[in-house]
Every structure is written in structure tokens, then in C-alpha cells.
């Protein structure tokens, strides 16, 4: 990340924090030659049109470029871009579309009337975990749902391999607000107190852990709220200390854009951007979004997610996928991605040392070598039985 400060050791002064550097990054603009691999550039935003690039990341050459671009835009660049078509099939979102809104549905008679965390009970619907929960419901749906080598990959070009996939849902009736602006996880999810105690080199660290996404199940006109961006925004080193002051939030809402999306769409974003979902203000738009907290497996996600039981549920269909070649192996390795755990630690190394190599086996190389080998369901489930209680502390 691009150094607009003098302090690279040390801690941020919230009321050091200088507005004019802040307005003078906002105000660039987005060089086309440093996106060549985009269709369009929209408000600063490189939109990529992956019913034309889909085939690039079948190759690890072109593969590679590709996520470099994605890369480069969202550290150095504005720090978002879509993936216009990101689903080349739309039909397995309206599959999906229905399971979320039958839980939705129950969830309300269990518990009452819903809500969002930043909105009026009742204008607004969110499924926690909602990447568990469809697994849940109808594991076959969620095996083709996360079969997506586009979304595997801006994932994997942030993040890199072995990445912890969270997942919720956000339904926003017409009349729903729109949020203050803000950063995201990790520090973005620590009061303003807490988050200065950490020193600078953490405050550049923490957006390179996370990764934010949403996945577009209707299609989303401006008037339906789409989320609110402020390319460029990443590169304000202070960030994290400033965008609680009125004076940035005001800058915010002068200058940030908004772009329609498309069912099959999805828009990926540095967790540093200063962003905020924006108000319905449409007739009758339900805006449905599938919001995605990816986490680097260096860093901790924020939902507990049970990885096991996921894993045990989607191994039969993944295998039927296997055997009659409905996925690709890409594919396949992106549902596999999504579901099981990718990182050896923490472990109990005393139960569980490394056989081979200098890491135990992970989840993820378990459930692939089990396809590989025709494993039965019965003797995977053993093998995953047996690995949570190989790291279970004592």
C-alpha cells in the first residue's frame, strides 16, 4: 500500500488525520493501461466480463495474469471491481434465491421478526452464516452455487490458496436505509479506542486479511441501493482512524458512486474502501445480495462455521459430480474451496504431527485426495472424525 504519511512506525493520531491528502487520493483517476484485461471502466471501477475471460483461468498462465490485474486494482488501484457474468448459469441463484428465503421464512417464525445490524427490524432480512445454512438445506444446490472459478479466483488473487470462505445474506425491502460509511473487518470492527492501540504496520496489514464480496441475486438498480464506494479510498493509510470523523464521512457522501449490478454479477473490494450499503428507495426491488467475508488462512474469520459437518454433507454429491463429470475439476476444486478447511493450524501436534511433508493434512487435501481415491462416505467421515479430535486441545 502507496505511503501518504510520514509515520511508518508508530501509532495513528485520530486528529492528525489530513483531509487534503485524503480528498487529493480520492480524486485520481484510474489509468486504462494499468487494467487491460477489463471490458470497461466504469467510475473509476474495472468491470471484468467473465463470459470472455472464464476460459483465462482454465490456464495457470493466463490464470495468473489475470488475478495479478485483480490484484494490483484492488491494493494499489481503486480498490473494487466486478465481475460482470460471474455466473455463467443464473438458474442455480434462483435455486439458491428460494432455499434462502425458506429460511429466512422459518427463521422469522422461530425467532420472531428479523433484522439487519444496521436497520429498522423488518426492513431489512440477513442470514447469518448463510454459507453453512445452504449446505444445510440443499448441499447439491451448494456444490454447483460455489463451483465458481471466477469467484474462487479474486479470492485466491487477494488472499491467496487456502482461504476460509463466510458467507450472509442481506435482504433489503424498499425503504431500507442505507449505513454510514466505514471499513471493514478486522479493525474496522473494533471501536475507535481500540483500534488506535494498534500500531501503523498493523493498520497496514489488516485489509490484506479479509477480502469483501457480494454476489448479486437479483438484478440491482441504482434505486435499489447498491453498495456505495469511494474508489481509492484503500490507500489512506489512516484510514482506520479516520473514518469515524464527520469531516471524511461528509467527503464520503459527496463523492462516492454507486453501479448497477446484474443477477450473476458479483463486485469484490479491498475491506479498507470506504463503503456503505446503500438506501431502497425503489417501489418494489427486494435487493438480495450474498455477502462474502473471505479470510486469508493467516488471519481469523469472523463467523464459526462447522467445516466437518459441511464437509460430511456435500462429499457424496461432490463424489456423484466426480464420477459422471458434471463439474470441471476447477470447479470442483472451488466448491471443495469454499467448504472445507485449507490451513493444518492450529493443531494438537501431539496427536496430530505432520506424516508427510512439514504440516499435518488439511480438510481441503483430505476431501480432494478422497475423491481421487473413491474413498465411501462411511470411511470419509472417519478420516474427518478422526482429524477434529487429532487438533482438539486438551
Not at 484485461?37 to 471501477?45: F, G, M, R, W
Request: charged share 20%; aromatic share 8%.
Amino acid at each position: 500500500m502507496k505511503d501518504h504519511t510520514k509515520n511508518r512506525i508508530g501509532y495513528f493520531d485520530t486528529n492528525a488525520c489530513d483531509l487534503n491528502v485524503f480528498e487529493a487520493l480520492i480524486g485520481q483517476e484510474l489509468n486504462p493501461a494499468s487494467v487491460p484485461l477489463a471490458s470497461d471502466i466504469q467510475k473509476n471501477t474495472p468491470i471484468y466480463d467473465m463470459s470472455l475471460l472464464r476460459t483465462n483461468l482454465e490456464d495457470m498462465v493466463t490464470r495468473r495474469q489475470l488475478m495479478t490485474e485483480w490484484a494490483q486494482v484492488l491494493m494499489n488501484g481503486s480498490g473494487v471491481l466486478v465481475l460482470r457474468n460471474g455466473y455463467d448459469d443464473s438458474g442455480v441463484l434462483d435455486e439458491a434465491t428460494a432455499v434462502y428465503e425458506a429460511i429466512i421464512a422459518n427463521e422469522k417464525l422461530a425467532n420472531g421478526v428479523g433484522g439487519d445490524h444496521f436497520a429498522a427490524s423488518d426492513s431489512n432480512d440477513r442470514i447469518w452464516n448463510s454459507l453453512q445454512k445452504l449446505c444445510e438445506e440443499a448441499p447439491d444446490i451448494f456444490l454447483r452455487y460455489f463451483a465458481n472459478i471466477s469467484v474462487a479466483a479474486v479470492c485466491e488473487a487477494w488472499l491467496g490458496p487456502n482461504y476460509q470462505m463466510t458467507a450472509q445474506i442481506n435482504l433489503v425491502h424498499p425503504g431500507g436505509a442505507a449505513q454510514q460509511p466505514h471499513r471493514d473487518y478486522h479493525l474496522g470492527f473494533q471501536t475507535a479506542e481500540v483500534s488506535a492501540e494498534y500500531p501503523v504496520h498493523v493498520h497496514d496489514l489488516s485489509p490484506t486479511l479479509t477480502l469483501q464480496g457480494a454476489l448479486a441475486h437479483c438484478d440491482m438498480p441504482i434505486e435499489s441501493g447498491p453498495t456505495k464506494l469511494l474508489p481509492f479510498s484503500q490507500l489512506f493509510r489512516a484510514g482506520y482512524a479516520a473514518w469515524r470523523r464527520s469531516d471524511f464521512r461528509a467527503l464520503f457522501e459527496e463523492q462516492y458512486i454507486q453501479l448497477p449490478l446484474a443477477k450473476g454479477d458479483a463486485i469484490f473490494f479491498n475491506p479498507a474502501l470506504f463503503h456503505a450499503a446503500g438506501a431502497n428507495t425503489s417501489d418494489g426491488i427486494h435487493r438480495m445480495a450474498n455477502l462474502l467475508q473471505v479470510s486469508s488462512a493467516f488471519g481469523r474469520a469472523m463467523e464459526t462455521v462447522n467445516r466437518q459437518k459441511m464437509c460430511k454433507l456435500l462429499y457424496p454429491f461432490a463424489i456423484a459430480s466426480h464420477a459422471n463429470s458434471t463439474l470441471s475439476p476447477c470447479e470442483l476444486s472451488a466448491s471443495i474451496a469454499a467448504v472445507a478447511e485449507g490451513y493444518s493450524f492450529p493443531t494438537n501436534l501431539d496427536r496430530d504431527p505432520p506424516q508427510i511433508g512439514i504440516a499435518p493434512e488439511t480438510q481441503q487435501a483430505l476431501f480432494a485426495r478422497a475423491i481421487a481415491e473413491g474413498m465411501n462416505e462411511k470411511k470419509f467421515a472417519v478420516y474427518l472424525d478422526r482429524m477434529a479430535v487429532n487438533q482438539r486441545a486438551e
